[in-house]
């Protein structure tokens, strides 16, 4: 599986690649699963370009990625797009237009909690592991591990040399918890060597915008399609 990350924490900023509203979403969304992408993850942005988990937003969102692909969709539940863990948890509950799936961060305060709403709700869920955290001990201690869709191994060195070695200390220290399928990543500088890791493993990975902003040979990226392509062509060659 090869999973399209469409935007992330980017904005404006970033360039005008980076789909914003929800037309543009949608529009990325529909030529990166042309590409050969086969699920999609989405931060639903507000018209100021911040993330966000308003219910009003979220539907809008998903509507019109929904009315272009087929493919299974998600959101974040990320901490940055509600800092307070009780009204990140109000905002899941809250939610009348559901994802296929959501990221929900391990290491942030409320995890269990959003996790275990999310399950209710009958929402997939990706366990995102960060390197560098206590992702992976948090979650190997969960009771709500064998119910996980899969985990989200995301790791945050971007520094090209160092990435793969901290991946494989990742995926050490995740193990065989609750044996769940892994989704395994990079950013920025390590995001294509983290691929390359992925397809020579042999586990699920992503690509897109919200990972990297340049393609494998250093030129700026035009789209998350053009990201796609180039991230099967690397995850094949393993």
């Given at each position: 599986?090869?999973?399209?990350?469409?935007?992330?924490?980017?904005?404006?900023?970033?360039?005008?690649?980076?789909?914003?509203?929800?037309?543009?979403?949608?529009?990325?969304?529909?030529?990166?699963?042309?590409?050969?992408?086969?699920?999609?993850?989405?931060?639903?942005?507000?018209?100021?370009?911040?993330?966000?988990?308003?219910?009003?937003?979220?539907?809008?969102?998903?509507?019109?990625?929904?009315?272009?692909?087929?493919?299974?969709?998600?959101?974040?539940?990320?901490?940055?797009?509600?800092?307070?863990?009780?009204?990140?948890?109000?905002?899941?509950?809250?939610?009348?237009?559901?994802?296929?799936?959501?990221?929900?961060?391990?290491?942030?305060?409320?995890?269990?909690?959003?996790?275990?709403?999310?399950?209710?709700?009958?929402?997939?869920?990706?366990?995102?592991?960060?390197?560098?955290?206590?992702?992976?001990?948090?979650?190997?201690?969960?009771?709500?591990?064998?119910?996980?869709?899969?985990?989200?191994?995301?790791?945050?060195?971007?520094?090209?040399?160092?990435?793969?070695?901290?991946?494989?200390?990742?995926?050490?220290?995740?193990?065989?918890?609750?044996?769940?399928?892994?989704?395994?990543?990079?950013?920025?500088?390590?995001?294509?060597?983290?691929?390359?890791?992925?397809?020579?493993?042999?586990?699920?990975?992503?690509?897109?915008?919200?990972?990297?902003?340049?393609?494998?040979?250093?030129?700026?990226?035009?789209?998350?399609?053009?990201?796609?392509?180039?991230?099967?062509?690397e995850y094949g060659a393993r």
């Amino acid at each position: 599986m090869v999973q399209v990350c469409l935007n992330g924490t980017r904005g404006a900023a970033d360039g005008t690649a980076v789909p914003l509203s929800p037309e543009t979403m949608a529009e990325s969304a529909a030529e990166a699963v042309a590409a050969g992408a086969t699920d999609v993850h989405v931060h639903p942005k507000t018209p100021c370009g911040r993330d966000t988990l308003s219910p009003r937003v979220l539907a809008v969102t998903l509507e019109a990625i929904r009315a272009r692909v087929s493919v299974p969709v998600g959101v974040t539940t990320g901490a940055w797009a509600e800092p307070d863990p009780a009204a990140r948890l109000d905002r899941v509950r809250g939610w009348s237009v559901l994802p296929d799936h959501a990221s929900v961060n391990w290491h942030e305060p409320g995890a269990e909690e959003v996790a275990a709403a999310l399950l209710d709700l009958g929402v997939g869920v990706e366990a995102g592991i960060w390197s560098g955290t206590d992702g992976a001990e948090r979650f190997a201690a969960s009771r709500l591990g064998p119910k996980v869709l899969r985990v989200l191994a995301e790791v945050t060195d971007t520094d090209p040399g160092g990435a793969v070695s901290a991946a494989r200390v990742l995926l050490s220290d995740i193990g065989s918890a609750h044996g769940r399928p892994v989704l395994l990543h990079g950013e920025d500088g390590g995001a294509w060597p983290v691929l390359r890791l992925a397809g020579r493993l042999g586990v699920a990975t992503r690509v897109g915008l919200e990972d990297v902003l340049v393609l494998p040979d250093g030129r700026r990226a035009g789209s998350n399609a053009e990201l796609v392509l180039a991230g099967l062509g690397e995850y094949g060659a393993r």
